[in-house]
Every structure is written in structure tokens, then in C-alpha cells.
RNA sequence: GGCGCAGUAGCCAAGUGGUAAGGCAAUGGUCUGCAACACCAGUAUCCACCGGUUCAAAUCCGGUCUGCGCCUCCA
């Protein structure tokens, strides 16, 4: 398997520290508002990448945090009248939601910024201790970034361009810094924001602090992957290396993964442009499996674009996945043959194939869309070979397949087949016998009238199947 | 100014030296009472442009044009 790892710009062999384990961090959202569908990018992209290890055996420890102390968080917490935990909790709780709609599975492990305190403290005393780190007259701690020798590894930027492309934004306390470079690991209060003590002074932490410290903790001092969006690889994840290594005195996290930008209309998303999305917004017209199933159309490395035309193309897509494998379990309630008839197992193993090159694009930086290209092949192949003298043991092989690889990608396709109301069957065997004595009209009155309380029919060869809009 | 990414059919998108995957849309056909689903068929002599290396390039090198990102909170 192989991992394009930011620190050295190529795809690596991917070898854990651990045989069999992976030690995995994720930057989560900074929770004020509702997620967007740029923060739902790495959330996607990144469960894949933990499922596609789970397939390959590995037990995979996977930490994503949430960031719930930030200015912007306060801002609200202030316009609302309430805590700043009451508005951080509330907007946990929907990205919760919002990944499980996702089908995004739960970290092993959630830890929140206001939890960790105590471990960014003594992390910062660390930093000062070796020299690292100074506290200002007022209290805030800095880091001297000129002290870590490795700084700009990551990002590949030398600390003179740093300076030279360095604007003169003298932002409050910046005249007390040693260096412009250095960046802040504890700030003093402000009036009516949530502080905690410490020996430098009454304050919260800084942002980068955060996830070095959560990371150590629920992971340890070295880690194989830390992964989040590109945008963060410059000051956050640059600046996580600088404090975790400076501290723990070995190597950080062996891979650094990114996701490119989600744009939309070939904008960069923001709300001032007014083309901003949250994925509540994007629930609201469609499954979210689709916005799933879009996101993992591209590669993870290269900016996606967003529309309403891309998005219905997905969704169209999607759908085929899912109409294969409900016809695979119409036909497999129906047929009467039981056991694998001899051309069926050849066919079964040919079928293998698709999984083979399934992963061979997974293992390769995992290029999802090829991925995806190895599902479309096999339910080309299922659409043919499936019929009603098919097999159900060969029926079940390739619904199984099809799944297994659908569920690698996080993708549900598999319908959950609620039982009819008696009205509603009622009125689909009123409609084949209007069909059979050729009352063509009663029979379209019939599904009309179903298709307004949003059940499809649909006549194939195999006999009247129905799904819900 | 510094660093970096991209330009492949109507749209989206794989492919990093051996002769263009896959999906959506559109077209013709099969199936069907019709519709939908499905299947079959053809669909880029060519991968922004110019030059170079090579037996061979969308893929490597140089240049040009265009779009975008980071350098500041940001997924």
C-alpha cells in the first residue's frame, strides 16, 4: 500500500510502526456552526482510509478531535447570551449527526480541546523548560520557532521567505514577540471568556497546541498518519510538528496525508461569495450517500468542484450501484435454484477480479475513482449475468460482492425493503389485473396514485418491484 | 514577491514512457402496452499550445498561455 506523505512530496510505502496497527489523527472542525460540505471532505476521505486499512486487516486506532475553544465559538457563545459550551456542545451533537448520515464512522476516540488542558500545560511547561517556548510580560506563552531546527519541513518553506513575504500586520502583542515567526501556545483572558489557570497566567490555549497534545496522548509520542485538509499543512500541522518534536524529542507522525479544497463553481467557498453550503443544506435535496459517493468520484489530492449538475450526475450514479443491487435481491427472493450451477462458478470467480482491482487503485495512494470505475465493472457484469434461472448461491456471491466493496468506500446500497401497507399491495395486484385484461388506463390511474404517497413501480422482466422515491 | 497544483470527449474523471478506464448526459437498437430499469452499438487518431529527448510521450525536459491554491482564521 502506498501513501503520498506531504513531508517528502512522494507516494511511500505505507509500513505502520506497529505490525498490524495504525496509529491514525485526524484535525477535526472547530465547532460554531454547523459543519459545511468542505469540512465533510476529510471526514469522508478519511474514513475511507480507515475502512480500506480495516479491510486490509489492520486495527486501526483513529483519534479525530473537536476544537471546542476558539474565538469564533466565544463571538456566538457572546451574540446568543450563553456559554461558550452550550454552543459548542449543541454544534458537536449535529456534526455527529451529520456524519452518521454520512455513514462517517465514530472515532475511536472524540477528545475536545476543553478536556486536554491539563496536557497542553504541561506540554507548554516542557517547551519552556527545554528553551523552546518564553512567556511574555503579560502572560502569553510563545513558541521560538527558530529554536526547531526541522521548522518548514513540512509545508517546504525556508523561515527567510516566511519573513521576506511576511506583511507588516502588527496584530495586539505582536511587538512582544522575540521573533514574527513565533506563535502563540497560551493566550491571557479576555473579559467574559472561558480561561483556565496556569502559572503564566489565566488564559486558554492556542490552537496548535491542541492537537499535539491530544494526539500524544490517545496515540502516543509517534503516530503513522496525521491527515486533515491542505490548507492546515501551513501554520497548523507545520507548527504541530515544531511542539511535538521539540518536546518528545523523536519523530511525529511517520505520514502527513492531505485533502485538496472542495470548490464550488470553481470558487473557493466562503460566505462572503455567498456560496457556502453547510451539509444540513445539501440533506435537505439529497441522500447524503450521494454527497459521499461525489466526493470519492475524485481523488482525495485534487480540488473538487461542487454544482447542482455534478451533484445530480452523482446521484444518478449512485443510483445504478444501488438499482443493481436491489435487482440482485428481487431476483434472489425469487429463483428457485439453490445450488451454484457449474458456468455460475467460473463466473463467481471471474468475479473475484473486480475486487483485485479494487484494491490494487486502493493501494495505490487510495485513488478512489478507480475504485469506484472496479464497482461500476462488476455490476456491468452482475446486470448481465444475473437472470431468473440464475443461481441463488451465485445471486447472493455477487449482491456480496458488490456490498463488500460499496461498504470499503462507506457507500450504502442496499435499500432497506419496508413491508408494503395492505392497501399498497392491494392496489399493485389491482393494477396486474387491470394490466392482464389490458385496462391500460386503470392500470397508469394505479400507479399514479401510488407514485403521489412515493412509491415507484417499476414493470421489469422479472416482474412488478417498487422502491420509494 | 516566495512556494505549489491543475489544464484528458458535451460534463465529471482515472491513466506518469508502449499506443486513451469508468460514470453522467446525448444518439441508434433490443426488451416493454407505455414509462422506468437493464442490455447491445457506435461515440477523443487524440490528451491547452510550441519545441525537444526517445524505437515509442497524455505521460520525461524546456518554454508559452489559462485557471486555481497556500504564504493570514479557514477542511
Request: charged share 30%; proline share 2%; hydrophobic share 35%.
Amino acid at each position: 500500500m502506498k501513501i503520498y506523505n506531504t513531508l517528502s512530496k512522494r507516494k511511500e510505502e505505507f509500513i505502520p510502526l506497529e505490525e498490524g496497527k495504525v496509529k491514525m489523527y485526524v484535525c477535526g472542525p472547530t465547532v460554531y456552526n454547523l459543519i459545511h460540505i468542505g469540512n465533510a471532505r476529510p471526514m469522508i476521505v478519511f474514513d475511507t482510509v480507515r475502512r480500506y486499512m480495516e479491510h486490509k486487516g489492520y486495527e486501526v486506532n483513529f483519534v479525530s478531535n473537536f476544537t471546542d475553544v476558539d474565538d469564533k465559538i466565544i463571538k456566538k457563545a457572546i451574540e446568543e447570551g450563553v456559554e461558550a459550551s452550550v454552543v459548542s456542545e449543541r454544534y458537536i451533537a449535529e456534526c455527529k449527526k451529520d456524519m452518521k448520515a454520512m455513514n462517517v464512522k465514530e472515532a475511536t476516540t472524540h477528545p475536545k480541546a476543553t478536556e486536554e488542558i491539563c496536557g497542553m500545560l504541561d506540554m507548554i511547561g516542557t517547551l519552556i523548560e527545554k528553551g523552546h517556548a518564553y512567556a511574555a510580560e503579560d502572560g502569553t506563552v510563545y513558541f521560538r520557532t527558530r529554536s526547531f531546527q526541522g521548522y518548514g519541513k513540512l509545508s517546504h518553506k525556508n523561515l527567510d521567505d516566511l519573513q521576506g513575504g511576511n506583511r507588516s500586520l502588527l496584530v495586539t502583542g505582536e511587538d512582544q514577540k522575540e521573533d514574527p515567526l513565533d506563535f502563540v501556545l497560551w493566550k491571557p483572558k479576555k473579559e467574559g471568556e472561558p480561561y483556565w489557570e496556569s502559572s503564566w497566567c489565566d488564559g486558554r490555549p492556542g490552537w496548535h497546541i491542541e492537537c499535539s497534545v491530544m494526539s500524544k496522548k490517545y496515540l502516543g509520542e509517534e503516530i503513522d498518519i496525521h491527515a486533515g485538509g491542505e490548507d492546515l499543512i501551513f501554520p497548523h500541522h507545520e507548527n504541530e510538528i515544531a511542539q511535538s518534536e521539540a518536546a518528545n524529542g523523536k519523530p511525529f507522525a511517520k505520514y502527513w496525508m492531505h485533502n485538496a479544497f472542495l470548490n464550488i463553481d470553481n470558487r473557493k467557498m466562503s460566505k462572503s461569495e455567498g456560496n457556502f453550503f453547510t451539509v444540513r443544506d445539501i440533506s435537505e435535496k439529497y441522500d447524503l450517500q450521494v454527497l459521499r459517493f461525489f466526493m470519492l468520484s475524485a481523488h482525495y489530492r485534487s480540488p473538487l468542484n461542487f454544482s447542482a449538475e455534478l451533484m445530480e450526475a452523482a446521484q444518478n450514479g449512485y443510483e445504478r450501484i444501488v438499482t443493481s443491487v436491489g435487482n440482485l435481491g428481487y431476483l434472489l427472493e425469487n429463483t428457485a435454484t439453490v445450488t451454484l450451477k457449474e458456468e455460475e462458478s467460473g463466473l463467481l470467480e471471474q468475479a473475484k477480479g473486480f475486487i483485485t482491482s479494487f484494491e490494487e487503485a486502493m493501494d495505490d495512494d487510495f485513488n478512489s475513482a478507480d475504485a469506484i470505475a472496479a464497482i461500476f465493472d462488476l455490476v456491468k457484469f452482475a446486470n448481465v449475468h444475473a437472470n431468473a434461472g440464475s443461481s441463488k448461491e451465485f445471486l447472493k456471491g455477487l449482491k456480496d460482492e458488490i456490498l463488500l466493496l460499496s461498504d470499503i468506500c462507506g457507500l450504502i446500497v442496499e435499500r432497506k425493503q419496508e413491508m408494503l401497507d395492505r392497501d399498497i399491495e392491494a392496489l399493485i395486484g389491482e393494477r396486474q389485473a387491470a394490466r392482464k385484461a389490458k385496462d391500460f388506463k386503470r392500470a397508469d390511474e394505479i400507479r399514479n396514485e401510488l407514485l403521489e404517497k412515493g412509491i415507484i413501480l417499476e414493470d421489469t422482466r422479472e416482474g412488478v418491484k417498487w422502491k420509494r422515491a
